[in-house]
């Protein structure tokens, strides 16, 4: 290797690992449109780190985000309905909002303007304490109470710890949301500790909320499937909480 | 993937949920490769396979990097709009069609990351972000035992094989790492190259 190789490797793996400000960057894509050698440098980073893309956790991506990718390209609607989850339990109103471009990217920008209050608010009063819409007690094989959930209107849930043992080492509890409206339990939230985490459910749906929630044992990070591999420690549906 | 065998806290393996291993197998054998090329032909049930096998784990990159849900899901939004206009120029001798996918995904976070300030809240403090930094190390343990990459970063010095996990995995910039590390930018900079340089060596 030449110090004119270093040079290029070295630039190459600062763009692939994301270091290269704005102006930088579009240097970069320039010279890998003109310099053969150049791309193929890039090209040879982003498969050499490929497997830390790998280690992200995967996220529930609920029908509402496909809604938004296939209107944005208006994609021909037989195909995505052809596969989506549950249309036909849908209401007629559901359904419509569902497919509404319009609707979700309001809510978009909604949903973004409600966290940035959300935070303002937390910050300003962090003892607000609000009704839960819904409430969950999960409960170990053992019939006792392991944790409880709280559901709120605007889509947040807390999980509260009562009683658990430690997580064992290596390991990582998540937590599933099993609807019927899915073929299979989706996963909603991880937890590397035994502590009150906050999720947000807002992008699921009422039904959903009323569903069951579980909680497995699964390999440190989470489950390798997207679906649990290990034992269930405990369980419950939500229930109205009034 | 087989089960874990273990029982906790003390009771019997139980899952009384509904599991479809047949749509794990599906999702799980996706040939990413051919569904791009169905893609560049105009197929959008291609489009929508690569949505169920690849999205939740594109929110959690792009969440790792932008932290907020709602810019994560913006970013796999933009992602795909890009995979379904760009798929005619995914080029398998470059790499596989799942890395072509990520590096759309970690450029288009980088980008809202560095450029669009939009981040100014600080994402302690935010409801809707629910992932946390994760340690150089654990992301590492996180590799499949055979990989290579996780043998390399494993021979690095142990501070650059920490810059480069955390630039990578959490989109943290030259400045932010010198702050982190207190030393200067210049200091910082040529950890990371000596550290990339020494990777390559490693990988080939």
């Not at chain 2, 590799?143 to 142990?158: F, G, K, Q, T, V």
């Not at chain 2, 200067?184 to 990777?199: D, E, F, M, Q």
């Amino acid at each position: 290797m030449t110090d004119r190789d270093d040079d290029r490797d070295a630039l190459a793996a600062e763009y692939v690992l994301g270091l290269l400000g704005g102006a930088e960057a579009a240097d970069v894509e320039r010279r890998m449109a003109s310099d053969a050698a150049f791309a193929q440098a890039v090209a040879a980073w982003r498969v050499r780190l490929a497997d830390l893309d790998m280690t992200a956790v995967p996220q529930q991506a609920d029908e509402a985000l496909w809604s938004r990718i296939a209107s944005g390209l208006a994609l021909p609607s037989a195909a995505p309905a052809a596969t989506r989850a549950a249309p036909a339990t849908q209401s007629g109103l559901l359904s419509w909002l569902w497919d509404s471009l319009a609707f979700w990217r309001g809510l978009s920008a909604a949903a973004v303007a409600a966290a940035a209050l959300f935070v303002m608010l937390v910050g300003l009063r962090p003892a607000v304490v609000a009704q839960p819409a819904f409430v969950a007690v999960l409960t170990t094989d053992a019939g006792r109470p392991g944790a409880v959930m709280h559901a709120y209107a605007d889509g947040r849930v807390t999980l509260i710890p009562l009683e658990m043992a430690p997580i064992p080492q290596g390991r990582s509890l998540q937590l599933w949301s099993i609807s019927t409206a899915k073929p299979a339990p989706v996963a909603i939230g991880l937890m590397d500790q035994v502590r009150t985490i906050r999720l947000d459910l807002r992008n699921l749906s009422p039904d959903q909320i009323r569903q069951r929630f579980a909680i497995s044992v699964e390999p440190f990070g989470g489950s390798p499937t997207g679906l649990p591999t290990g034992p269930v420690v405990m369980q419950g549906a939500m229930t109205p909480a009034n | 993937m087989m089960p874990v065998s273990i029982t906790y806290p003390a009771g019997r393996v139980v899952w009384r949920g509904r599991t479809d291993w047949g749509l794990m197998k599906q999702a799980t054998d996706l040939d990413v490769e051919e569904a791009l090329r169905r893609c560049a032909a105009g197929d959008a049930g291609a489009l929508r396979a690569i949505f169920e096998r690849e999205a939740p784990r594109m929110i959690g990159v792009a969440q790792r990097i932008v932290r907020r849900r709602a810019l994560a899901e913006e970013v796999v939004q933009d992602s795909f709009v890009q995979i379904w206009r760009r798929a005619a120029s995914f080029d398998a001798a470059r790499g596989a069609g799942r890395t072509w996918i990520y590096a759309i995904v970690r450029h288009r976070a980088i980008s809202i990351l560095r450029d669009e300030r939009r981040l100014e809240l600080d994402a302690d403090g935010d409801p809707t972000a629910t992932v946390s930094e994760e340690s150089s190390d654990d992301i590492v343990t996180k590799l499949s035992d055979s990989s290579s990459l996780r043998r390399c970063l494993e021979h690095l010095e142990e501070r650059a094989r920490k810059l480069i996990v955390l630039t990578y995995v959490h989109g943290l910039s030259h400045t932010e790492l010198a702050a982190r590390e207190g030393v200067p930018l210049g200091t910082v900079k040529s950890w990371i190259r000596r550290g990339a340089l020494a990777l390559r060596e490693c990988l080939g």
